[in-house]
């Protein structure tokens, strides 16, 4: 397990601090302790240290941590369900004030270890991958979810991008994402659906654990598809990461900017070159620096006042050419 002790210095900026530290409850009296003063909160930033969307998420959690008083611990999972359950395990045996998850392994794993921890008095939420059953049962003392709703987000993603690229019935697609992962899987079955629901001959490719772990391992999937595919016309990425890697892979692969229509989700540094480069069409934000800010605001707000679990959607919209001269300052700061 790699963990991060976070202090007072960090590199995320605090554009949401006027709104949310202006709230009567979130906002401090003069000269009173700060809201998450001597709580402790562990956040599983759920994949690789230093991945793109992993950085902006964990950005946003250690802004709100700064921001609140709150001592935040970080780990990261390496996106392997099995691992965010030995995490949560450790999380549990330190007895913090609250646990941030990422729903990957689903509710028959999740739920029951998320239920006895709230038995035992800590506050459990979740960002990124809903747990509808956890919710359900769990969301009165105070278990939430921030985020955008993947049974959604693929096909709204898929209806965009048909709109946008004018591709006609029996135009060859490719989607690259996960069959396999419980809730998660529920964006890439509303790629495939939405597409072959308009007529498209719709190819589809696993991400791999190793790739899932590495995206920079993704390049000879690219690569391979591609020679084997010559008349593919869209490529839709279910994969924040790997969709910040798309302009490097096509580059790599020969293909010209605008030779193919390119999507996938989240904004990075690379993602926004991407796009400005012409070898990235279309983004969808689900504005990952939210999920970590408001998250760790939640697990404050359940412990400090009892307030119940909430539900919150941050899928913003697209990200193209047309906006991304004013969005690519803020994902050069990690926040975007």
């Known amino acids: 397990m790699n963990n991060i002790h976070v202090g007072k210095k960090n590199t995320a900026k605090r554009w949401l601090t ?10 401090s009296q003069a000269g009173a302790a700060p809201s998450g003063k001597d709580m402790t909160i562990w956040f599983d930033a759920g994949g690789p240290v230093g991945e793109s969307y992993v950085t902006v998420l964990q950005n946003g959690a250690v802004q709100a941590a700064e921001d609140l008083g709150v001592n935040l611990r970080l780990v990261y999972s390496d996106w392997q369900p099995q691992k965010m359950i030995e995490n949560f395990k450790q999380a549990v045996a330190a007895k913090p004030t609250g646990i941030v998850v990422i729903g990957l392994p689903g509710d028959s794993a999740y739920q029951p270890l998320i239920s006895d921890a709230i038995a035992k008095g800590i506050k459990v939420t979740s960002v990124d991958t809903e747990l509808y059953g956890t919710m359900t049962s769990e969301q009165a003392n105070g278990f939430g979810f921030v985020g955008d709703n993947n049974a959604t987000r693929g096909i709204k993603l898929a209806k965009e991008a048909l709109r946008r690229s004018n591709l006609k019935k029996g135009d060859r697609a490719m989607v690259w994402g996960l069959k396999d992962v419980s809730n998660r899987s529920d964006s890439t079955i509303g790629l495939i659906k939405t597409l072959e629901e308009a007529g498209m001959k719709v190819d589809f490719i696993q991400i ?13 999937v ?3 598809y ?4 010559p008349d593919a016309k869209m490529v839709l990425v279910d994969h924040g990461a790997l969709t910040a890697q798309m302009g490097n892979f096509l580059r790599n692969s020969a293909i010209k900017p605008g030779e193919l229509f390119v999507g996938g989700f989240s904004l990075s540094p690379a993602t926004a070159d991407g796009i400005q480069s012409g070898y990235v069409q279309l983004v969808a934000d689900c504005q990952p620096y939210l999920m970590g800010y408001l998250s760790v605001v939640q697990l404050v707000l359940s412990e400090r006042y ?6 919150i959607n941050t899928g913003a919209g697209f990200v193209t050419k047309d906006n991304i001269g004013l969005i690519a300052p803020l994902a050069a700061k990690g926040v975007r």
Do not use: N, R, W, Y
């Open 226 to 229: 591609l020679a084997t595919h």
């Open 222 to 224: 690219i690569t391979s």
């Open 208 to 220: 791999s654990q190793e790739v899932d772990k590495d995206p920079t391992l993704g390049a000879p």
């Open 306 to 311: 009892g307030f119940a679990g909430l539900d």
């Open 18 to 27: 006027g709104l949310l530290m202006s709230s009567c409850l979130l906002a």
